[in-house]
Nanobody
Framework: QVQLVESGGGSVQAGGSLRLSCVAS????????MGWFRQTPGKEREGVAS???????TYADSVKGRFTISQDNAKNTLDLQMNSLKPEDTAMYYC????????????????WGQGTQLTVSS
């Protein structure tokens, strides 16, 4: 059974940095595409970034140059380093996994964590 557990959320001032982490169990990164998503109340969930086993990444335009997705294939952990945070980055952040095939946050992901909240104050 695939389980994803996020951590690292919190409150930070605009311009600050924070690092989110996700521990994955029940899957092997070699066969999965991993991604970070976010959602605010009343809005659709949006993709933030994705990473394939070989390290290739994709980013939403809204976070490009500020966020960095990375993973440790040996430890089955996924991170999201967030710099130059803005109030509009405030959201619940979710870690997700997609088995095989293409890897992009615009695609459908099957496995989801419970989320971790980020609040950025101005």
């Amino acid at each position: 059974q695939v389980q994803l557990v996020e951590s690292g959320g919190g409150s930070v001032q605009a311009g600050g940095s924070l690092r989110l982490s996700c521990v994955a169990s029940g899957l092997t990164f070699r066969r999965y595409c991993m991604g970070w998503f976010r959602q605010t109340p009343g809005k659709e969930r949006e993709g933030v970034a994705s990473i394939d086993y070989d390290g290739s990444t994709t980013y939403a335009d809204s976070v490009k140059g500020r966020f960095t997705i990375s993973q440790d294939n040996a430890k089955n952990t996924l991170d999201l380093q967030m710099n130059s945070l803005k109030p509009e980055d405030t959201a619940m952040y979710y870690c997700a996994a997609r088995w095989g095939g293409d890897c992009d946050y615009t695609l459908s992901f099957r496995h989801w964590g419970q989320g971790t909240q980020l609040t950025v104050s101005s």
